[in-house]
T-cell receptor
Framework: EAGVTQSPRYAVLQEGQAVSFWCDPI?????LYWYQQPRDQGPQLLVY????????NSQLPSDRFSAVRPKGTNSTLKIQSAKQGDTATYLC?????????????FGSGTRLLVI | GQQVQQSPASLVLQEGENAELQCNFS?????MQWFYQRPGGSLVSLFY???GTKHSGRLTSTTVIKERRSSLHISSSQTTDSGTYLC???????????FGTGTTVSVSP
C-alpha cells in the first residue's frame, strides 16, 4: 500500500515569493493534517480536514497561508509572500476516523528554505 | 505553557546501554503516541498507547494518565537507534496531535 506522498521534496525561495505544497494521503483516510516543523522542534499543527471540510485552522497564519482539500482526497498548502520565519519542514499526515490504533501516517515532508 | 514536555532534550549512549525517555503532559488526552525521526526523515509511529504498557522488540512504552506522564524505554541500545524520539498527545475530541520538542538520542559503538 502506498504511503502519504508529498511534493516537492525541497523548495528554496526568496522572501516575498509564493510556493505550493501538495499531499496525497493514504487511500481511504478521511482525515488529512498539515504540520510545520521548524528545525530542532516538534511538529506543530497548521490545519486539518475531515473529507473536504476544515476542522481546525486556528494555527494557520491566514494572511499568508491557505490550504484546500476540494474533493476530500489530495490537498494543497500554499504560502503567499514567504518570510524567513517560514523556513521549516512541512509535513502532511492522514488517518481514518473511528479507528483507535496507530494508523496515523506521515509523509516524508517538504523542506522549505526562505532566504 | 507548553502542554507536552519531553526530557531529556538529548542523550548520549554507548551501545548496549538502556535509556528512559520521559513525556509529561498538562491537558486531558485521548491517547499518547511515540514517533521516531531520523535527521531529515519522516516520522515513524512506534506506539499508540492510551494507557498501560506496550512492548515492541527492545522498546517499551508506559502511559500513566492519572500521573500525566508517558515513558519510552530503550533496552540494549544499538547505533541504529540514533535519532529523535517524539511523543505526541492526541486530545479528546479530535485526532490532531500536540508534539513535545523531542529527545535526540545518539548511540556510539
Amino acid at each position: 500500500e502506498a504511503g502519504v506522498t508529498q511534493s516537492p521534496r525541497y523548495a528554496v525561495l526568496q522572501e516575498g515569493q509564493a510556493v505550493s505544497f501538495w499531499c496525497d494521503p493514504i487511500s481511504g483516510h478521511d482525515t488529512l493534517y498539515w504540520y510545520q516543523q521548524p528545525r530542532d522542534q516538534g511538529p506543530q499543527l497548521l490545519v486539518y480536514f475531515r473529507d473536504e471540510a476544515v476542522i481546525d485552522n486556528s494555527q494557520l497564519p491566514s494572511d499568508r497561508f491557505s490550504a484546500v482539500r476540494p474533493k476530500g482526497t489530495n490537498s494543497t498548502l500554499k504560502i503567499q509572500s514567504a518570510k524567513q520565519g517560514d523556513t521549516a519542514t512541512y509535513l502532511c499526515a492522514s488517518s481514518l476516523t473511528g479507528t483507535a490504533n496507530s494508523d496515523y501516517t506521515f509523509g516524508s515532508g517538504t523542506r522549505l528554505l526562505v532566504i | 505553557g507548553q502542554q507536552v514536555q519531553q526530557s531529556p532534550a538529548s542523550l548520549v549512549l554507548q551501545e548496549g546501554e538502556n535509556a528512559e525517555l520521559q513525556c509529561n503532559f498538562s491537558t486531558s488526552l485521548n491517547s499518547m503516541q511515540w514517533f521516531y525521526q531520523r535527521p531529515g526523515g519522516s516520522l515513524v509511529s512506534l506506539f499508540y498507547n492510551p494507557s498501560g504498557t506496550k512492548h515492541s522488540g527492545r522498546l517499551t512504552s508506559t502511559t500513566v494518565i492519572k500521573e500525566r506522564r508517558s515513558s519510552l524505554h530503550i533496552s540494549s541500545s544499538q547505533t541504529t537507534d540514533s535519532g529523535t524520539y517524539l511523543c505526541a498527545l492526541e486530545r479528546q475530541g479530535g485526532r490532531a496531535l500536540i508534539f513535545g520538542t523531542g529527545t535526540t538520542v545518539s548511540v556510539s559503538p
